[in-house]
């Protein structure tokens, strides 16, 4: 890198783009921010009551503010546990025993990329009311009708394990790639450990930061997810947002400035898991 | 080792079946719904959904993701160069930072965003005085997309940009080359694959994408996922259902055709990415 730059420095043309580089910059920053300023000056200025700090306070007090927000981390922890639970045994399982499987894992874990959410809502809709028809007879019934309930849909839970698998699959690929695997788990097979110790005193340990990663990028996703839950008629936070505007514009921009935060916020998160391991 | 190794595979059985059964499940529901009309197996749904609003809006979504992907491509291209040649390290790590971000900023928030700033009330439109609406419309859409697609494009680039070899350069301009022909016979082809797999990216992920819109224009500018949205809660008729479901196996068959488009080509221009 610093080769390239030195070389613009000696070239005769240098002048030109250092300056055509400060343009770009001046229009990105001009593109980027003053959306960020606006935002934050709507919510800060009414042309009644002056500068006020008061849509952030509303917001504590808001109804379903508190509910909504519970409801999507407790749909993100378990959304977390199943995914990691589900695709860690697998990986280790394709990268120790079935490296034949490997490109199936590859192919399931890009799908969900490549297929629109919207479509896999549609499809979700469409299995829940024809099998509940179809059920209702039988003592399935009651499990069809206990995973749509709004107290705490497991549906949404199913759908977000696939929406995520992909980043959970990358993250976690990237952490094992670091390790030798093998060798860690045969040494403590050898030694005479169980599988569930070896899975969670050998593998886990050293995967921290990957599995740290792998949350937090799913808590991001889980905590912002609009379509799904709002098609299938649940109100976690994204959706609630959307409700709430309705009555305060104020309230809803203040929401979406606290929610890129956030995003920011478990960004910094997952890079300084990830930096510490590299300083290591 | 021979015992395990023969039920090793095991362990990756429950994220296969669970796959199989929430992935696939709905899957088959879409397809057989697409393909039913009054009970019976048809193609009118299919044939229903290519025509009239139905064609205009998926006409509306592909040409939207279209702009928004090359727009995005050339824009976060450029801003990726900028902030790979900048000697500022500062400046360097706060770039990358805000782009991954905004690259993961979508959804409901980002529309609130754009309304409080260039909506009817916004704080920026009445300063410059933007016609009323101005927002809401196909070009408003694409400049609100921009926003994260630009970022996705940066972070795209980034690393490729970095792959880029001053000797490269050097051997360029000793042969005589100049800057244009470095570009055009150097740095572009080795610099293909990144970018066509950022602009399959960027259409991707402007084609899925429903929360802002809806939040957005609602259904003033028509897009697909708009459509399925209102053909799946009801808003129209009953038995539209089936309307959204071979709506949504259009829209996977036009993202399926991208990937088929984009992976050929990235094969044959990825020999000199390392």
């Given at each position: 890198m610093a080769a390239l730059t030195g070389l613009e420095r000696v070239s005769g043309a240098a002048a030109r783009p250092r300056v055509w580089r400060g343009v770009v910059f001046l229009l990105a920053a001009a593109y980027f921010l003053i959306p960020l300023g606006a935002s934050f000056w709507y919510t800060v200025h009414t042309p009644v009551e002056g500068v006020s700090l008061s849509a952030y306070g509303e917001l504590l007090t808001a109804e379903g503010f508190v509910r909504s927000l519970l409801l999507s981390l407790g749909l993100a922890a378990a959304t977390i546990v199943l995914v990691l639970l589900l695709s860690l045994p697998a990986m280790l399982a394709v990268r120790l025993f079935a490296p034949r499987l490997r490109p199936v894992m590859e192919v399931l874990c890009t799908l969900p990329l490549v297929v629109p959410p919207i479509t896999f809502v549609a499809g979700i809709g469409t299995s829940l009311r024809v099998g509940t028809d179809v059920l209702a007879p039988t003592p399935f019934w009651a499990t069809i009708i206990a995973v749509q309930d709004p107290g705490f849909p497991v549906v949404l839970v199913l759908a977000y394990v696939v929406l995520v698998l992909p980043f959970v699959y990358r993250s976690l690929d990237a952490g094992l790639r670091t390790m030798d695997v093998r060798t860690l788990v045969e040494a403590a097979r050898n030694l005479g450990a169980s599988w569930p110790y070896v899975l969670f005193r050998v593998v886990v340990p050293n995967l921290r930061s990957a599995l740290a990663s792998a949350s937090f990028l799913t808590l991001a996703l889980v905590l912002g997810e609009y379509t799904v839950a709002s098609l299938l008629g649940y109100e976690p936070f994204a959706v609630w947002i959307v409700t709430a505007s309705g009555s305060a514009g104020q309230l809803s921009v203040a929401v979406s400035i606290l929610s890129l935060l956030l995003i920011w916020l478990l960004l910094l998160a997952v890079s300084t898991v990830f930096g510490r391991e590299k300083q290591k | 080792m021979n015992r395990t190794r023969s039920r090793g595979w095991l362990g990756a059985l429950p994220l296969l079946a669970f796959f199989a059964f929430v992935f696939g499940v709905p899957a088959i529901a879409l397809v057989a719904g697409a393909f039913t009309a009054q009970g019976r197996p048809s193609l009118a749904n299919l044939a229903q959904s290519l025509q009239g609003g139905y064609l205009t809006a998926m006409i509306g979504s592909v040409r939207l993701s279209a702009v928004v992907a090359l727009l995005g491509a050339v824009l976060g291209t450029f801003l990726a160069h900028a902030v790979v040649t900048s000697r500022f390290t500062l400046l360097r790590e706060a770039v990358l930072t805000a782009s991954g971000v905004l690259a993961n900023f979508g959804g409901v928030p980002l529309a609130?965003?754009?309304?409080?700033?260039?909506?009817?009330?916004?704080?920026?439109?009445?300063?410059?005085?933007?016609?009323?609406?101005?927002?809401?419309?196909?070009?408003?859409?694409?400049?609100?997309?921009?926003?994260?697609?630009?970022?996705?494009?940066?972070?795209?680039?980034?690393?490729?940009?970095?792959?880029?070899?001053?000797?490269?350069?050097?051997?360029?301009?000793?042969?005589?080359?100049?800057?244009?022909?470095?570009?055009?016979?150097?740095?572009?082809?080795?610099?293909?694959?990144?970018?066509?797999?950022?602009?399959?990216?960027?259409?991707?992920?402007?084609?899925?994408?429903?929360?802002?819109?809806?939040?957005?224009?609602?259904?003033?500018?028509?897009?697909?996922?708009?459509?399925?949205?209102?053909?799946?809660?009801?808003?129209?008729?009953?038995?539209?259902?089936?309307?959204?479901?071979?709506?949504?196996?259009?829209?996977?068959?036009v993202a399926g055709l991208v990937m088929a488009i984009y992976l050929p080509l990235q094969r044959r221009s990825s020999r000199w990415l390392h």
């Open positions: - | 609130f965003f754009w309304i409080a700033t260039l909506g009817n009330s916004g704080v920026v439109s009445g300063l410059i005085g933007l016609p009323s609406g101005s927002l809401y419309t196909f070009w408003g859409l694409a400049v609100v997309y921009l926003y994260f697609s630009i970022p996705l494009m940066v972070l795209v680039m980034a690393p490729a940009l970095d792959g880029l070899r001053p000797q490269w350069r050097e051997a360029a301009a000793n042969n005589g080359a100049t800057a244009w022909h470095y570009w055009r016979f150097v740095a572009l082809p080795v610099l293909t694959p990144a970018m066509l797999g950022g602009v399959v990216l960027l259409f991707g992920s402007s084609f899925s994408a429903y929360a802002t819109a809806n939040a957005m224009v609602g259904t003033v500018v028509p897009l697909v996922t708009l459509k399925i949205a209102s053909a799946l809660t009801g808003d129209v008729l009953i038995g539209y259902e089936n309307i959204a479901l071979a709506l949504s196996l259009d829209m996977i068959v």
